[in-house]
């Protein structure tokens, strides 16, 4: 079995500190594998880098256009928010519209990771609710699909026909069945596939077309929809959205825990999936900086792409400690 693949690595003083692992693959929608470093077949759990995979039954149930939901529904649907205002009353109108409220969600209540909503909910002694939670769109997309199936209230459980259909979108475009099956942050199922399998459903979002199939047509929808919205995917100073608003809406990407990347890139009908093995962001966000960088989507040099690859360690006093950077054989598999 392929090892992992040293992909990046911190410098300090001279002297190499820590290294990092992973697995990636590169695909054409045609099937063709482009690139492959470490296991290919090595499996995972996608986390949030497949939402776009669990909202293609929002769009393929008739649900979204009864809803009349906008891109911009589409994008929350697919998010890994912030939880700032605008996440949060979008979340919220979004329910409401549905005769809705947040005691429908089953996502669960965390504080919201932006710094103005924290202080918000701190001078009103307010507690956060489940819209903070980043995963709030998502499950207003599951919610939306629920109402339209006229199902029971815990879509969260795995024998509910809304998890019936996300399994059977997974399967279907990742080209594999489920290697199983664990509880994400959210409460909701995440299904485990290859990197191969996740890397085959990115380029099949790549290479959709408005004139293929239902199917195509929701993976277009919510591609673009990514990529016209990247602030709702994630939010300010975060790597999705950052990344997606410099390379101008032709890339969309999603991240997910434990290190776990995602690209689809429709100029060039390409999918991407990374795995970093000890789930260190730092390592994903670089390591797919290098190889959009190489696919010749992101400039090397725009603030966003500097900002995560090569990434000079600041302390506290301002001082340079040391360098994140490519490791030697990485880098010359990308060159």
């Known amino acids: ?23 990636g693959v590169m695909m054409h929608a045609s099937g063709d594998m482009l690139g492959v470093w470490g296991d290919a077949g090595r499996v995972i759990f996608p986390r949030s880098s497949c939402k776009m995979l669990q909202a293609l039954p929002l769009v393929e149930s008739g649900a979204a256009d009864a809803a009349r939901l906008t891109d911009a529904h589409l ?45 918000h909910l701190a001078k009103t002694d307010a507690s956060p ?11 207003s997309g599951f919610l939306t699909v629920v109402q339209h199936l006229r199902a029971g209230p815990e879509y969260t459980e795995i024998d509910h026909p809304l998890q019936h259909a996300v399994r059977g979108a997974f399967e279907e475009t990742t080209g594999e069945a489920a290697a199983g099956w664990g509880i994400d942050g959210c409460s ?16 099949a979002f790549a290479g959709a077309t408005d004139g293929g199939d239902l199917r195509q047509q929701a993976m277009v929808r919510l591609r673009n ?29 999603k991240t997910g825990a434990e290190a776990v990347f995602v690209a689809m890139v429709p100029d060039l009908k390409i999918g991407i999936a990374l795995k970093i093995e000890d789930g260190n962001t730092r390592a994903s966000e670089a390591a797919l900086v290098a190889m959009l960088v190489k696919l010749g989507v992101l400039d090397a040099a725009h603030p966003a792409a500097q900002r995560r690859l090569p990434n000079a360690q600041i302390n506290w006093r301002g001082l340079n400690t040391g360098e994140l950077r490519l490791s030697p054989r990485f880098a010359q598999m990308l060159a």
Not at 129 to 137: A, E, I, P
């Open 1 to 23: 079995m392929p090892q992992a693949e040293e992909m990046v690595e911190l410098w300090r003083g001279g002297l190499l500190e820590s290294t990092h692992r992973g697995h």
């Open 75 to 119: 994008a929350l649907s697919c998010a890994s928010h912030e939880g700032s205002a605008l996440h949060v009353n979008m979340a919220r109108e979004w329910l409401a519209g549905l005769g809705m409220a947040e005691g429908d969600l089953r996502c669960g209540a965390h504080e919201p990771y932006d710094r103005a909503e924290r202080v």
């Open 129 to 139: 609710c489940q819209f903070h939670n980043n995963c709030s769109g998502k499950h």
């Open 188 to 203: 909701a199922p995440n299904f485990a596939c290859t990197v191969a399998g996740l890397a085959r459903a990115m380029a």
């Open 225 to 253: 929809a990514m990529a016209a919205h990247p602030v709702l995917v994630a939010g300010t100073g975060r790597a999705c959205t950052e990344l997606m608003q410099a390379m101008g809406g032709r890339v969309a990407i």
